[in-house]
């Protein structure tokens, strides 16, 4: 608008294309202190780490720019190429990362494990995002695989792996880039020792764990400056030391000089891949922190400022190196000029700090997303931004990596032995990718077999040459990232199989609707004020804890509603799709059922509005089904009715609802509480010690309106009714063991596993912000 005349201005296509492109320009800024250092920092080491073992035979010129050519064309074909070209395309609604090809597939093919998914997710916006997979419905390789079982958990396992992976870069990454920058030290005339070096790096890594708790957001963006001074200043530094010392390497573009570094060194050049592979360490980072930026300012990113600085950084390194031979062990700190030496270190030293800071943020958005497809323990996740989702911290992982970290930092003492485990790690999660891409061209962008069969063998030929070459040095620390993913993995494989087994005797032992049908409108129990929140895991069905409550209590609430908090293979679920509403039995029972949505990178806040939010919804539906009698069951011959999503959006805007909601912190006079006076003071005196769990204070009126159906009106009493009463939450104390006649693998794995993992994770009343002074919860024994 324009604020002189009042009148309305037509923004110029020129105008739209400058508000794109600076947006774009501001992002790419940011992402230099989230995205890209780790990568940045890989000129630390690799030379150090390429020129190893036998390798150390043929330190010559000609191998030198050999090692250079590798290290072009594998930046070039890798991170720029297969990354910024191809991958950064097959996003998930913005994400990216392995769960986010893995939820592409899960969404265009029946790929999917998770149990409680139901039709009425595919009605979520996010679903339809992209292509739609009716093209491919009859596709003999899609029904090949949604058909057998085995291949689609054999699949979720490669998933799996692949974030054990991640979680391995996230104790690596620290140690080796914290350690690296360090060593510059022995590069002075006063040498420090390795056990000095190492308690250096120690302090350091400490004080990096120990902030984590402030958030990657803040720090990195305030640190962006640091990793771009410090790509200048590579870049200066390798232009520098290519006109100086060897002007000549820039004819080892030429592929010709691989063929002949082959050549001459043979297997030997065949295991020193396994350094030149730390070249491209992060390049996983561009593709899953994805979802904070946008495919266009990654792209500028890389492809402008640090791709470039990389190429020519490498180069310098080669042309220094080639006439000074002797300064391999110290190739990086040996070839910057005295006079900037100092001012170069510290500027290392920061950017080995955030880039470390970044991958152990991945690190906790793995974790998160391993938990919400029901494969990991829940751990308490802390929001560090109000306005950035992917911004999370988990403090129990966070120590844990932290001592892990130390430990490989103090018994390795050694960059290039941890560059053995790291370039494992980080290529095992590029040939993860590559593999599930392929399936993503053929079932997501429905592009032919051909072309995806010709995407993975190029790149997992490329790909798995350097993964073998890292496999061979697994007895030289190489086995670090294998037994920290086996140990990850156990813990994975045991929580989600433990949870299915729970889910599925759930589901097998559910309440019949007979049985409720012949208990009457009362359930053959006094009927008492107050809202009866049950949760569980089913999507459908009533479960079994209820018939606990019905046979062994005499009395229970007035109005009953079966939460079951899901996750659905989608990014983010909207507020205006999060809730699903649907009512069990005929109208007289006042049974409802709420589903509530999330996304696998979704954080479940605790805005303490969750019950107003609830009855709003409820109220909303019963005049829905007023409107549309389709919604409601047919008289109970179904267990569920059709359920409706109920827009948050709507509440709020729309001037129809006929509940409406007042501020007040006063005993309503209207309809008077049940509760007793003795446990009202008991609440109060809760929220006295306790403000974090204090709920708002929320009246609900039903205004007048003559044209009301009168059934619709006393639901909606009662509906009211039972909110002042009071609203209690009820969960099952569950204890699942093996059955006696099973194996003593299984036994094992439930018994003792499972039930370690669930006494020593948080509780499920915790994880869902349950008030505790309003928790009952029931103990059921579950053998499976």
Not at 70 to 88: D, G, M, N, S
Not at 652 to 665: A, M, N, Y
Request: hydrophobic share 45%.
């Amino acid at each position: 608008m324009d604020s002189e005349a009042g009148t309305s201005t037509l923004r110029t296509p020129s105008q739209f294309s400058w508000r794109y492109i600076s947006r774009n320009l501001v992002l790419a800024y940011q992402s230099f202190g989230v995205v890209y250092g780790d990568l940045s920092t890989s000129p630390l080491y690799v030379y150090k780490s390429t020129f190893v073992g036998k390798l150390q035979n043929h330190q010559n010129e000609d191998a030198i720019f050999g090692a250079f050519s590798l290290i072009f064309w594998t930046l070039t074909l890798i991170p720029l190429i297969k990354y910024v070209f191809i991958l950064l395309s097959a996003d998930d609604n913005g994400e990216g990362g392995t769960f986010a090809l893995y939820s592409l597939l899960c969404r265009h093919a029946k790929f999917n494990l998770l149990p409680n998914q139901q039709a009425a997710d595919e009605e979520l916006s996010a679903y339809k995002y992209g292509p739609s997979s009716q093209a491919v419905a009859s596709s003999p390789l899609k029904r090949f695989l949604e058909k057998h079982k085995r291949l689609r958990t054999a699949l979720l396992l490669v998933v799996l792996f692949g974030a054990c992976m991640v979680i391995g870069d996230g104790i690596l990454t620290p140690a080796i880039s914290v350690l690296s920058s360090v060593s510059g030290l022995q590069a002075t005339e006063k040498k420090l020792t390795d056990s000095e070096m190492v308690f250096i790096a120690c302090i350091i890594l400490v004080g990096l764990f120990a902030l984590q708790h402030f958030g990657t957001h803040k720090v990195a963006f305030i640190f962006a400056p640091i990793v771009i001074i410090w790509l200048i200043s590579i870049f200066s530094i390798g232009l520098y030391n290519t006109i100086y010392w060897n002007p000549r390497i820039l004819s080892a573009i030429s592929p010709y000089y691989i063929i002949k570094f082959f050549r001459v060194t043979g297997k030997d050049g065949w295991i020193s891949l396994g350094g030149i592979l730390l070249s491209i360490t992060g390049t996983e980072a561009m593709f899953a922190d994805l979802g904070h930026f946008t495919a266009l300012s990654i792209r500028i990113a890389f492809a402008l400022v640090v791709y470039p600085s990389l190429i020519v950084q490498y180069m310098g390194q080669a042309a220094f190196l080639s006439k000074n031979l002797s300064s391999i062990p110290q190739s990086f700190f040996d070839s910057i000029p005295d006079s900037i030496f100092w001012p170069v270190f510290v500027i290392a030293t920061l950017a080995a700090i955030v880039g470390s800071q970044a991958v152990i943020t991945a690190t906790f958005s793995i974790i998160k997303q391993c938990h919400a497809l029901g494969c990991f323990p829940r751990v308490k996740v802390v929001h560090t931004s109000k306005h950035i989702y992917g911004q999370i911290y988990i403090p129990e992982i966070n120590w844990i990596l932290m001592v892990l970290c130390l430990a490989i930092t103090i018994g390795f003492r050694d960059t290039t032995l941890i560059g053995n485990a790291y370039g494992i790690a980080c290529m095992t999660v590029m040939f993860v990718t590559t593999c599930l891409m392929a399936l993503v061209i053929i079932f997501v962008w429905q592009r032919s077999v051909l072309l995806a069969a010709a995407f993975l063998f190029f790149f997992g030929c490329i790909e798995g040459v350097y993964l073998s070459a890292s496999f061979i040095k697994v007895p030289q620390g190489g086995w670090v990232p294998l037994v920290l993913s086996g140990i990850f993995m156990v813990v994975m494989f045991v929580w989600h199989y433990g949870t299915s087994k729970k889910y599925n005797f759930d589901l097998h032992n559910k309440v019949s609707l007979r049985w409720i049908l012949g208990l009457g409108p009362s359930l053959g129990i006094v009927r008492v004020p107050g809202i009866g929140l049950i949760y569980s895991e089913l999507a459908t069905g009533v479960p079994a804890i209820f018939s606990h409550f019905v046979t062994n209590l005499p009395a229970f609430h007035q109005v009953l509603v079966f939460v079951c908090v899901k996750s659905v293979p989608v990014p983010y679920v909207s507020p205006e799709e999060r809730y699903l509403i649907g009512r069990i039995c005929p109208r007289p029972y006042r049974m409802y059922r709420c589903i509530v949505r999330y996304g696998y990178k979704d954080i479940q806040r605790d805005d303490g509005d969750f019950e107003n939010q609830l009855i709003k919804s409820i109220a909303e539906f019963i005049q829905m089904e007023a409107v549309e009698p389709q919604l409601s069951s047919s008289e109970g011959s179904s267990l569920d009715g059709r359920m409706a999503v109920i827009s948050m959006r709507s509440l709020q805007s729309t001037s129809s609802l006929v509940i409406s909601e007042l501020e007040d912190h006063e005993v309503s006079t209207t309809i008077q509480s049940s509760k007793s006076e003795t446990l009202q003071s008991l609440r109060s005196v809760y929220e006295d010690e306790n403000p974090q769990v204090t709920r708002r204070q929320v009246r609900f009126q039903l205004p007048q309106s003559p044209g009301m159906d009168p059934s619709v009106r006393e639901e909606l009493l009662d509906l009211i009714q039972a909110k002042e009463a009071g609203v209690a939450y009820i969960m099952g104390h569950s204890y699942v063991k093996a059955r006696r006649s099973s194996s003593f693998l299984k036994k094992l794995v439930v018994d003792i596993g499972y039930s370690f993992l669930r006494k020593n994770c948080r509780g499920p009343a915790v994880a869902l912000n349950i008030p505790h002074i309003s928790l009952i919860e029931v103990g059921m024994i579950y053998y499976v």
